[in-house]
């Protein structure tokens, strides 16, 4: 009708309107088109059309012609000239005491009240407020139907893999359920080849999706490095490959390290010697042969079948090299940091970091074709990590590392994994090829998508000009075929190693607050010598040291040297024998020790935490603090047990800033840190306007935020300024230094 009205006027007002605006014009009256009908909508759709220099018509014509439009097709009323359907309620409604058990409104119940839900006039709730007043649904309601169907599948699939906003419940005494599916597990072609392919399988760990649909290759020989942000999943999966959860040909030994060993009676030494079960067994043999051919009872015949024994016997340990078994273990356990005296000590007087070196020194030790090494770096000192180093790079069988120390993937790896997304992307090259190589990949696929999507947008442009066109009605309606057909246009993932390397900002940032300036000395110490009361071992011997508000220090050397009980002495732990520590008396520190992380009530969350150490602000203002390091949204709620190694530091960063400290002191802040955390803190560290000293063997970290290294061994502290011009920075020129030294 309202088509009918609109032609007759039109072509009457309009003679000389060609036909195809004619038809475009009438394409806004179709019935269920949902368009404005008023005068004003009118206006503001016809007016341009009607006042074309072809029509000969003016404004004013214009404006008449839409008032007498508006009144043929009966929606004058929407402009308030026309008559109202309002009636008086006989009684108020409340809508509120309409809501049903869940707080929702019941629409059908209000409308009935209002006398228009019943019967032939139903009406939308949805058109309620609209300009053209209330109409009849035009919903379809199969589809209608259909689209809640698939929501509701799409809530239940999202409730079976755990609500985003969920917080977890963290309990010590239950281990929580790792779900592997795998499909298919080769190793090669040939059974004795010790080259690993798992296709097309799933790891999901405690309700969260860590890989789908995943397959991993590793060539027998090469080393590979495992990358990717904290909680992302690379830990479950070296535990999913050692464990057997993803079944790999069982002539491949494997050997995970992870857990420290257990303490004991037996000698350093001696547990890395044990770690050879084969040569445990043979020497075992070799003994009980002897005992055999010692006896004076035997026969002829046994000591004959024994003698031939004993000779296989000694083959085999000719074969694996036995005589030299202990000068390597001695060898691994001094490049690993143990002396000759603590190669010889029992195993049980060792604390937990020194255990996790033996526990890596019996891997190295045995040899197996897939060695699986999780942030091993975390528990050695400078010189140590050199030494791995190097000793990595001469390693024969497989390799699969866990490290967010780019300087040591660049000197190990050969080829990276990247795991993203529930995704294992496969890299060839170092960890500097892997960033060029990943940062390409991502350009081409940014490009393939804007390019689809400037592709769609072409089409919808198209079928919006033309589809209402009579000449050009039967190609728009193509276009919307093509359209419809395409499969869904879904955006290149947000990578998590975006702007490594290329120095892009990230969305993490973390923040110190800046102090107040202090007049120097600040924190000093002159002539120190420090020994343990009651031991005549002098640990550190005559040293001199200033830090003051700008300055930026780097504290290395090997473990035991002193490092830590500077930093005892530097806080006021500890007195020294002789010499003078002193302090500012408005000084106040922040100390970042690994100890601090053990020592976090891990029943609580992060914000409980402040609060008890830091009363008196509102949880805003502590979520803000935390906001500063990273723990956003639930993360700041959940209890800290349940948080990652990387956010457990950062919730001890976060009450570090709240004291608004002079001077930081850092005790290997990067372990566990992610790659993106570590710039995060390196960029923060050069912003602040304090003084910061910083022990770690980081040498990229280091060198980004340092610009003095001294160097904490034999009781003594001196500085090392590197060579001028040589193009690299001070601690990886002492880190070439202890490379030359190493005899290897």
């Known amino acids: 009708m309202e088509a009918e009205a609109a032609k007759r006027l039109l072509a009457a007002a309009c003679p000389s309107m060609d036909a195809d605006t004619l038809e475009y014009a009438l394409g806004y009256f179709e019935p269920g088109a949902g368009n404005d009908l008023s005068t004003a909508g009118l206006r503001e759709f016809l007016g341009p059309l009607l006042e074309d220099s072809t029509n000969n018509i003016t404004s004013a014509q214009a404006k008449a012609l839409c008032e007498k439009l508006a009144r043929e097709i009966g929606s004058e009323d929407s402009e308030g000239n026309g008559s109202s359907d309002a009636r008086r309620l006989d009684q108020s409604v409340n809508i509120a005491s309409n809501a049903d058990a869940h707080g929702v409104s019941n629409a059908s119940t209000t409308l009935a009240a209002l006398g228009m839900g019943t019967g032939a006039k139903s009406v939308d709730l949805a058109h309620l407020q609209s300009k053209n007043g209330p109409q009849s649904s035009t919903v379809d309601q199969k589809k209608l139907r259909k689209a809640e169907m698939k929501l509701a599948s799409k809530r239940e699939e999202r409730g079976a893999k755990g609500d985003l906003y969920e917080i977890p419940v963290w309990n010590p005494n239950v281990k929580p359920a790792m779900i592997v599916n795998q499909m298919k597990s080769s190793s090669s072609a040939t059974s004795a080849s010790k080259d690993i392919r798992i296709e097309n399988f799933d790891i999901h760990f405690a309700g969260k999706k860590i890989l789908t649909n995943a397959d991993l290759s590793m060539t027998y020989g090469r080393r590979y490095g495992l990358v990717g942000k904290n909680g992302i999943g690379k830990s479950t999966l070296l535990r999913a490959i050692a464990h057997g959860e993803l079944q790999l040909p069982s002539h491949i030994r494997i050997l995970h390290v992870e857990q420290e060993i257990a303490g004991g009676d037996t000698e350093a030494i001696q547990s890395v010697l044990q770690a050879d079960l084969e040569r445990e067994a043979l020497l075992a043999d070799e003994k009980a042969l002897n005992a055999t051919l010692a006896r004076t009872s035997i026969s002829p015949e046994e000591a004959t079948a024994a003698a031939e024994k004993l000779k296989n016997v000694y083959l085999k340990l000719e074969e694996i090299e036995s005589d030299k078994a202990e000068s390597r273990a001695s060898l691994i356990l001094n490049g690993l940091g143990f002396s000759p005296a603590q190669q010889k000590a029992a195993t049980k007087t060792f604390s937990g970091g020194w255990r996790m070196r033996l526990a890596l020194a019996r891997a190295l030790f045995c040899r197996p074709d897939l060695l699986l090494a999780d942030e091993v770096t975390n528990y050695l000192d400078f010189p140590a990590v050199v030494w791995l180093e190097n000793y990595f790079q001469n390693w024969s069988a497989t390799l699969l590392v866990v490290s967010h120390d780019r300087s040591f993937l660049d000197a190990v790896t050969t080829d990276i994994f990247h795991l993203h997304n529930g995704v294992l992307d496969y890299y060839k090259g170092n960890f500097t090829s892997y960033i060029s190589a990943r940062a390409e990949r991502r350009k081409n696929q940014i490009r393939e998508y804007e390019a689809q999507l400037q592709y769609r947008q072409h089409l919808q442009a198209f079928i919006d000009r033309w589809r209402y066109n009579a000449n050009r009605a039967a190609q728009a309606q193509s276009k919307i075929k093509i359209l419809e057909k395409l499969p869904e246009l879904i955006a290149p993932p947000k990578d998590d190693m975006d702007g490594l390397g290329e120095g892009e900002s990230k969305d993490l940032y973390f923040r110190?607050?800046?102090?107040?300036?202090?007049?120097?000395?600040?924190?000093?110490?002159?002539?120190?010598?420090?020994?343990?009361?009651?031991?005549?071992?002098?640990?550190?011997?005559?040293?001199?040291?200033?830090?003051?508000?700008?300055?930026?220090?780097?504290?290395?050397?090997?473990?035991?040297?002193?490092?830590?009980?500077?930093?005892?002495?530097?806080?006021?732990?500890?007195?020294?024998?002789?010499?003078?520590?002193?302090?500012?008396?408005?000084?106040?520190?922040?100390?970042?020790?690994?100890?601090?992380?053990?020592?976090?009530?891990?029943?609580?969350?992060?914000?409980?935490?402040?609060?008890?150490?830091?009363?008196?602000?509102?949880?805003?203002?502590?979520?803000?603090?935390?906001?500063r390091f990273g723990l956003t949204g639930t993360t700041a709620l959940q209890p800290i047990g349940t948080l990652s190694g990387g956010q457990k530091s950062r919730v001890v960063f976060a009450a570090m800033s709240l004291t608004n400290p002079h001077v930081l002191i850092l005790d290997e802040p990067t372990n566990h840190l992610d790659m993106d955390s570590i710039d995060a803190l390196a960029l923060a560290l050069r912003e602040f306007k304090g003084g910061v000293a910083v022990i770690s063997h980081d040498e990229r970290f280091l060198d980004a935020v340092c610009n003095d290294v001294w160097i904490c061994a034999d009781g003594k502290l001196k500085s090392f300024s590197g060579a001028i011009g040589d193009g690299d920075g001070a601690v990886k020129q002492y880190k070439k230094s202890l490379l030359k030294s190493l005899d290897l």
């Not at 040293?543 to 002495?569: E, R």
């Open 512 to 627: 110190f607050p800046e102090p107040e300036k202090l007049s120097p000395p600040i924190l000093q110490m002159d002539e120190v010598t420090f020994a343990y009361p009651g031991t005549t071992r002098t640990i550190l011997s005559s040293i001199s040291f200033d830090l003051q508000m700008d300055s930026k220090i780097a504290i290395v050397g090997p473990n035991g040297a002193g490092k830590s009980t500077m930093i005892y002495l530097l806080t006021g732990q500890h007195t020294p024998t002789t010499g003078i520590c002193h302090r500012h008396g408005r000084l106040r520190l922040g100390l970042f020790s690994q100890h601090h992380v053990d020592q976090i009530d891990l029943a609580v969350s992060s914000v409980q935490f402040l609060t008890a150490k830091f009363p008196g602000k509102t949880e805003e203002e502590y979520r803000r603090v935390l906001g």
